[in-house]
T-cell receptor
Framework: AQSVTQLDSQVPVFEEAPVELRCNYS??????LFWYVQYPNQGLQLLLKYLSGSTLVESINGFEAEFNKSQTSFHLRKPSVHISDTAEYFCAVSDNNNDMRFGAGTRLTVKP | KAGVTQTPRYLIKTRGQQVTLSCSPI?????VSWYQQTPGQGLQFLFE???????NKGNFPGRFSGRQFSNSRSEMNVSTLELGDSALYLCASSFDRYTQYFGPGTRLTVL
């Protein structure tokens, strides 16, 4: 079965600074990778996903993630963060059976 | 399209009671999955239903059960509630078996 490790539980950064949230996965089969964001008292919102094709995927609000098969990673990056990006971010991996596993989450705090 | 809806949004129960949570998936989505989210355990998979049949099941006791109706709406039931069942219960629907879309969740507090 697949599993996900998010290497940082908390990431504090200043506004307009770049950020990288790290995610590593393990799986013996083909995987599909996701990043979700959760704002306080809300459900999870899909940020971006990798199913196939280009290994670099982007979201509409400036985040991007790159699937690296050799390093089994799917790190999330943003070149310049805003206060409104403060939230919890979850990396997830799924297989052909819709068996989705989540990482423990990374709390991103953007400070002014 | 309307998103995934969950009712109620908040619920307070006492130990020993039972509770039923409801989830309406995005129109056209036939798969519904349920998750429990707690600060200590994170997001844990409960079960998945597809076309009224349970297709996957997580590692939860039998007190946790679910069902899906012909219109794809799903309910989750927890019997004999325990304090540790206090959590945010999230429902997600899926069309293609890869991507899941989540509802806002039901916050259950057990006193």
């Amino acid at each position: 079965a697949q599993s996900v490790t998010q290497l940082d539980s908390q990431v504090p950064v200043f506004e307009e600074a770049p950020v990288e949230l790290r995610c590593n996965y393990s799986s013996s089969v083909s995987v599909y990778l996701f990043w979700y964001v959760q704002y306080p008292n809300q459900g999870l919102q899909l940020l971006l996903k990798y199913l196939s094709g280009s290994t670099l995927v982007e979201s509409i609000n400036g985040f991007e993630a790159e699937f690296n098969k050799s390093q089994t990673s799917f790190h999330l990056r943003k070149p310049s963060v805003h206060i409104s990006d403060t939230a919890e971010y979850f990396c997830a991996v799924s297989d052909n059976n819709n068996d989705m596993r989540f990482g423990a989450g990374t709390r991103l705090t953007v400070k002014p | 399209k309307a998103g995934v809806t969950q009712t109620p949004r908040y619920l307070i129960k006492t130990r020993g009671q039972q509770v039923t949570l409801s989830c309406s998936p995005i129109s056209g989505h036939r798969s519904v999955s349920w998750y429990q989210q707690t600060p200590g355990q994170g997001l844990q998979f409960l079960f998945e239903y597809f076309s009224e049949t349970q297709r996957n099941k997580g590692n939860f006791p039998g007190r946790f059960s679910g069902r899906q109706f012909s219109n794809s709406r799903s309910e989750m039931n927890v019997s004999t509630l325990e304090l540790g069942d206090s959590a945010l219960y999230l429902c997600a629907s899926s069309f293609d078996r890869y991507t899941q879309y989540f509802g806002p969740g039901t916050r259950l507090t057990v006193l």
